[in-house]
């Protein structure tokens, strides 16, 4: 069976306590077995978080990242163009009215009932409006805290399978040159990753940093690095290895005109990974994630990744 088979099989959704934390229990022991340190390091910021750290991060030339938990439902879907600004502005502001039409609605019938009851306008209007407002933040809880989405093969079950999958192809001797995070929290806000950049400094301003988000689905690969990430003396052999690899479609983008918000942004040298479709007039888009639809994981993609990153390690 293949990582990505394991882990839609064995660990399908990561967002409860135990569901998360029989994930780590298994990948701590899947790293081991394959000859690696590995452990499971907890750090406090809004949440509690429990990333798995696999090697050194702070001895190796590369830190290849991916988060693991599980987002919660949306009812539409995290539509994104991280090429097209425009678009992608354009639809997150789209999201807008859905946050708040359950708080106008609320807002609307509580103070016409609390109406009827006091005969009260001026405290129904002030008891409607607090309605409204708490319902605003409900929502936005919901959807960010609400139930898991049952299906996350892409996001970000894709970004776990890449991370082990790399892990487990790097030969021997080019191991102590990487390291691996498994992120906690990222769809409560980066958590995970931004407490441990905090917690280590030499990592959040020094290693490159290659995080994996979304890499299941879509032909093209799309790696977005800001400006001094792309004038590291290693990044030419990060160009070459993946446009030697197989099978899919590598695109280097500028980081700086592009928007692909995940837990590399908590690195100085980050680099975010995702696979994208294409259709004209729009360009790259990723669909489907925080939905049921999300189901999509192709092997391609992982061997594309798991190929190319190999061949850079053994070139740094
Ligand atoms: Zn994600």
Redesign the pocket.
């Known amino acids: 069976m293949s990582i990505i088979e394991t882990l839609v099989e064995k660990f399908p959704i990561r967002k409860s306590k135990a569901q998360k934390a029989a994930f780590r229990e298994w990948a701590v022991a899947y790293a081991q077995e394959q000859g690696y340190e590995a452990h499971v390091e907890t750090a406090r910021n809004i949440a509690r978080c429990h990333n798995v750290v696999i090697g050194d991060p702070e001895t190796a030339e590369v830190v290849f990242t991916g ?1 693991y938990d599980t ?1 919660a439902t949306m009812p539409i879907p995290n539509f994104i163009t991280p090429c097209n600004v425009l678009v992608y502005l354009l639809y997150q502001l789209l999201l807008v009215p859905v946050l708040l039409v359950p708080g106008l609605l609320t807002g609307a019938l509580g103070g016409y009932v609390l109406k009827l009851l006091t005969g009260n306008a001026e405290l129904a209007a002030s008891i409607g409006g607090l309605l409204g407002f708490v319902m605003v933040y409900v929502t936005l809880g919901l959807m960010m805290f609400g139930p898991a989405n049952r299906n996350n093969v892409n ?2 079950t894709s ?1 776990t399978a890449a991370v082990l999958e790399l892990m487990e192809r790097i030969p021997p001797e080019n191991r102590s040159k990487a390291a691996f995070i498994l992120f906690d929290n ?2 409560k806000g980066m958590l995970g990753s931004a407490a441990y950049a905090s917690k280590h400094k030499a990592v959040k301003k020094e290693k490159l940093l290659i995080n994996m ?2 890499v299941g689905d879509g032909e093209h690969m799309l790696f977005f690095a800001n400006k001094r990430t792309r004038n590291l003396p290693c990044f030419p052999q990060l160009e070459e290895a993946m446009h030697a690899a197989t099978g899919r479609n590598f695109l280097m983008n500028k980081l700086e005109s592009c928007i692909y918000p ?1 837990d590399q942004a908590n690195y100085k040298y980050g680099i975010a990974v995702c696979a994208c479709n294409k259709m004209k007039v729009i360009g790259y888009y990723c669909d489907k ?1 925080h939905t049921k639809k999300d189901t999509i994981c192709e092997q391609v993609n992982l061997d594309f990744l798991a190929e190319g990153l190999t061949d850079f390690v053994s070139r740094l």
């Open positions: 988060h987002p996001d970000n970004g990222e769809e988000d979304c995940s994630i």
